[in-house]
């Protein structure tokens, strides 16, 4: 059997085992994107390269087969640098957002589009569960928040921006009708006790992610009622009844308030496990350092969030603030350093005419609708409904699984790297309800070709065109149903990226 050097690991293999196969053995993991062991295909991508270090070459790991004496670097700065490259790449061909542009502008990170299909679909309280995963207070937030998703919604090219924010209060109304409102599953409760000073928006939402943590939390104010600086919004925007179901209902998930209660950091250190100040633009908090990334003081177990840090003008940002320090004080309590990540994201731009035109396919007809009963009191269901309709699904079908954007954030590719010129214009296929085919998210690997061969009797895929303009598309015009009918969930759980992907998407 031939033996082999994979970083310094002395390995030996059957006669014919590529070098891939025989760095599994070893222990190591290669990157893999236009290689999958159950289709016969030929290495194109170049992710999964290693270096001989006996020739200087980089090679494809997937298909050469090893050779006795071979030295192979397989994780070195070197290799993983020429696979960054080659990710670069394949992003600098690679049209399509990982994200939709409203989620990516909203700071709370809310799955807006999933939002809105299942209200499209009627199915109001797994709409909320959507927004209850990012959003702490989605009654109070429906009513003032910026909306800067719809700022950047591309529906707004075609008879305006979906109506976000009153969907999203859509969600939380219609819950607030019910005898039992909904609550996000809570984590095992972890024994551990947060003081937080200060029941404004930060604070509310502080205690609200650290409760579906498994903590207590207390939140103390020296006013009468909760709300801090909310409670000077006018009427008009925000109706009181409205601010207190909200906090109702944080009373209901386990929070504690002491109201009339003037309490200092110092004061609480001994009797909690952390202690969280959030009173306000008129605290003075100046002897503190804070730490901007963890929001921990130099204090031993004393944080700070909200506009007692710097003034915040806008509600959401205040409110996602409160969801950071609280993913903070869990890990501090876990003994760990919180570190946020920010996922690559694919992104390209503005529609064209014509692209706009593609994405209506998986809308409807028809201008940005207002509640007829005016903002404050929002959509009936039908209004809801319809409006959600109105949605063009700009994301990825496949933006959990697409392995184009998990190994550029792995690797940390950047999409700009290597792109030169005007991008391609987008196109959708269809094959109803089960599939769609983004042709410019495809990195012509050509595993769809070899599984769809399987059945001769289909047109399948093929190469079609030459050099930069080679793409990978169905012969002959002809449809979808025509080429892979059979072969089309193959086909979807085949591709590496979210070229081809399941009509319904992964959820």
């Known amino acids: 059997m031939p033996t082999l050097k994979i970083d310094n690991t002395e390995i030996s293999v059957p006669e014919g085992t ?31 390269a290693v270096k001989n270090n006996l020739t200087g070459e980089f090679i494809p790991s997937c298909e050469a087969k ?22 670069e790449l394949l992003l600098s061909d690679h049209v399509g957002d990982c994200e939709a542009p409203c989620r990516v502008s909203c700071p709370s990170n809310l799955d807006i589009p999933q939002m809105n299909r299942l209200i499209a679909d009627g199915k109001f309280t ?20 910026s909306a800067t998703c719809e700022n950047a919604c591309r529906r707004k090219q075609a008879g305006g921006a979906i109506s976000i924010c009153q969907l999203q209060k859509f969600t939380a109304l219609e819950d607030l009708k019910k005898e039992q409102n909904y609550f996000p599953e809570k984590k095992p409760q972890t024994g551990k006790t947060i003081a937080i000073i200060g029941a404004g928006i930060a604070g509310l939402s502080t205690a609200y992610h650290l409760l579906k943590d498994g903590h207590k939390c207390i939140i103390f104010d020296k006013n009468e009622f909760a709300g801090g600086s909310l409670l000077d919004v006018s009427e008009n925007e925000l109706p009181r009844n409205i601010l207190n ?6 009373k209901q998930f386990g929070a504690e308030f002491r109201l009339n209660s003037e309490v200092s950091y110092n004061l609480l250190q001994k009797d909690f496990n952390t202690v969280i100040i959030s009173t306000g633009s008129n605290s003075n908090i100046q002897s503190l350092d804070i730490d901007n990334e963890t929001f921990q003081t130099n204090i031993k177990g004393v944080f700070a969030c909200g506009s007692v840090i710097k003034p915040i003008k806008m509600a959401v940002k205040a409110m996602v603030q409160g969801k950071t320090v609280a993913h903070s004080v869990n890990a501090y309590l876990s003994g760990n350093k919180y570190n946020f990540h920010k996922q690559f994201n694919s992104r390209f731009g503005k529609l064209s005419e014509i692209e706009v035109i593609e994405y209506l396919k998986e809308s ?3 201008n940005r609708l207002n509640p007829k ?40 590719a950047k999409q700009q790297t290597f792109n030169f010129g005007e991008r391609k214009t987008i196109r959708k296929l269809f094959q109803q309800n089960v599939l769609v085919y983004e042709l410019e998210k495809c990195i012509k690997c050509g595993l769809c070709i070899k599984v769809a061969s399987k059945n001769p009797k289909l047109a399948g895929f093929a190469y079609i065109g030459r050099g930069f303009d080679i793409k990978i598309d169905t012969p002959f015009n002809k449809s979808l149903e025509e080429a892979i009918s059979t072969s089309a969930k193959e086909c979807i759980n085949t591709c590496p990226t979210g070229a081809l992907a399941d009509y319904n998407g992964e959820n």
């Open 18 to 48: 590529t070098i891939l196969k025989a760095a599994e053995q070893a222990g190591f993991h290669i990157p893999v994107m236009c290689y999958n062991e159950n289709v016969l295909n030929h290495a194109s991508c170049m992710v999964c």
């Open 66 to 87: 090893v050779i006795d004496g071979m030295d192979i670097s397989c994780e070195t700065p070197e290799v993983k640098t020429f696979r960054k490259d080659a990710l």
């Open 126 to 145: 797994e709409a909320l569960k959507v927004v209850r995963e990012e959003v702490a207070l989605p009654l109070i937030l429906g009513h003032i928040c």
């Open 245 to 250: 179901s909200e906090i109702d209902i944080l």
């Open 364 to 366: 409807v007809e028809g």
């Open 373 to 412: 009963q005016g903002n404050l009191l929002g959509f009936t269901a039908e209004e809801a409904i319809t409006e959600a309709k109105r949605c063009m699904r700009c994301d990825c079908r496949k933006s959990k699984s697409c392995k184009l954007r998990n190994l550029s954030d792995f690797y940390n």
